[in-house]
């Protein structure tokens, strides 16, 4: 087999009970990686949406129950099977601690991020033409990350996000001015999708009035991950609007984030096209998808939660100690990095081009951690959570988040006080590498 390394979380609290790892032993995971890379050659596996009746060696993150209550899943982990693993799209871990997955997002040397989609896309991905560099810095490593982060960083400063508010605040108000005489609204739909996007679009550059259509492209993506043909329809739709508009870009440049990076050069000469369009889809998709659903959840806690929402209306200077935990709490994000080499991780044996799903919700509910864990805490004062990952991917759009759901709750708070879900109203959760409402239907007086 050859040698083997072991690797351990910063506390020693990786180690898994010893019911957790016989049978996912290293000949049966390369076995069944095997027979992984046949299933996942065809766009229709029936095996993957069947019910999962063993969360530790069976997990689906698509799973209907999941999806729409993963806390009790993640709790009973915890206690017997820390870091789960599953077979039913390649060889996949699901890390549940908080101090595992920190210890793994701090080591890119064996927890590489060349492949971040958690639910994989069934291409060919020798196939890079158009995205040679793939969706950096996310996707990339040193050095690629370094330099293609740092490009993007000032565009999300606190400074610039500050000229953002105003555009987002009025946003907001409009929105709510189309429904507030109405005395209901959805308010996923209507409310939480509806900002993000034009936001994101203002930064870039391109027309907010395809807004619908980008956020088609973003759901098609991230939702509907085992429809393969409409993933990839999606992207080569959305990669082919931006080689239209970094052509027109370059006839036309702007004060925007696409025209400063065919602007900008690195080492004396210009950023490569490949990496510019890369960069673009991810300030699209990363940008929209999880922003909306950190406000869905919180809008959907405050239906749901009378006492904190009276709470917050009744003293709005606990909204920036609420933020951060609504991102505690309700985290959207799921990342994968791949195993670069054969190693044991807390009682593990992981191969390389395994997957490790970097569960940073599950993190954040972590009891170990966190006191009442999985109770919103509105003035929570210590609260050091994993809702933007950590290590050298946190998120460089933070700042904006946190701008972009404050606002959203002020202004809707301001406007509409008392709100409630709507008698018998079906809510509709998204899952896989994104969790947010999809359908939040509200009644307010």
């Not at 098609?220 to 992207?235: G, P, T, Y």
Request: hydrophobic share 40%; with cysteine.
């Amino acid at each position: 087999m050859g040698l083997v390394k072991s690797l351990d979380g910063a506390t020693g609290r990786a180690m898994q009970p010893e019911g957790c790892r016989g049978e996912a032993g290293s000949e049966d995971i390369a076995d069944s990686r095997d027979r992984a890379s046949v299933a996942t050659t065809s766009p229709r596996t029936p095996k993957r949406t069947a019910p999962v009746h063993d969360w530790a060696r069976d997990f689906d993150l698509l799973d209907a129950g999941y999806v729409t209550d993963p806390f009790g899943v993640w709790d009973e982990l915890r206690r017997t099977c820390p870091i789960a693993h599953s077979r039913r799209r390649g060889s996949d871990w699901l890390p549940t601690r908080y101090d595992d997955i920190t210890a793994m997002a701090h080591d890119p040397d064996h927890f590489s991020s060349a492949d971040v989609i958690v639910i994989p896309l069934e291409i060919d991905r020798s196939d890079r033409s158009v995205l040679p560099f793939g969706f950096p810095p996310i996707s990339a490593d040193p050095p690629l990350h370094t330099w293609t982060r740092r490009l993007i960083l000032p565009w999300f400063s606190h400074r610039r996000v500050a000229q953002y508010e105003e555009l987002t605040r009025d946003l907001c108000r409009g929105l709510i001015d189309g429904f507030v005489t109405e005395g209901q609204t959805d308010a996923a739909a209507d409310y939480a999708q509806q900002i993000p996007v034009r936001v994101i679009a203002h930064i870039l550059g391109v027309q907010a009035e395809l807004a619908d259509t980008f956020t088609g492209w973003v759901r098609d993506v991230l939702e509907f991950a085992d429809d393969m043909d409409r993933r990839i329809k999606a992207i080569e739709a959305l990669i082919a609007y931006f080689v239209s508009q970094v052509e027109h870009r370059r006839r036309n440049p702007g004060d925007d984030l696409l025209s400063f990076l065919l602007q900008t050069e690195v080492d004396g000469e210009p950023v490569e096209e490949g990496i510019v369009l890369g960069v673009a889809a991810l300030v699209l998709i990363a940008g929209v998808d999880t922003t909306w659903s950190a406000i869905g959840s919180s809008l959907w806690h405050l239906a749901t939660h009378g006492a904190d929402r009276k709470q917050l209306t009744e003293d709005p200077g606990l909204m920036p100690l609420a933020v951060e935990e609504f991102l505690r709490a309700y985290a959207p994000v799921t990342m994968a990095r791949v195993v670069t080499e054969d190693l044991q991780f807390g009682g593990c044996p992981m191969k390389a081009g395994d997957k490790v799903l970097m569960n940073f919700p599950a993190a954040n509910r972590d009891p170990a951690v966190f006191e009442d864990a999985d109770t919103v805490v509105l003035d929570r004062a210590h609260n050091r959570h994993l809702a933007f990952g950590a290590g050298i991917h946190r998120c460089a759009g933070s700042n904006l988040a946190r701008m972009e759901l404050r606002v959203a709750l002020e202004e809707w708070l301001r406007r509409i006080p008392d709100f409630q879900l709507a008698d018998g109203a079906a809510i509709t959760w998204a899952g896989g590498q994104v969790r947010g409402p999809r359908l939040l239907p509200v009644v307010f007086p």
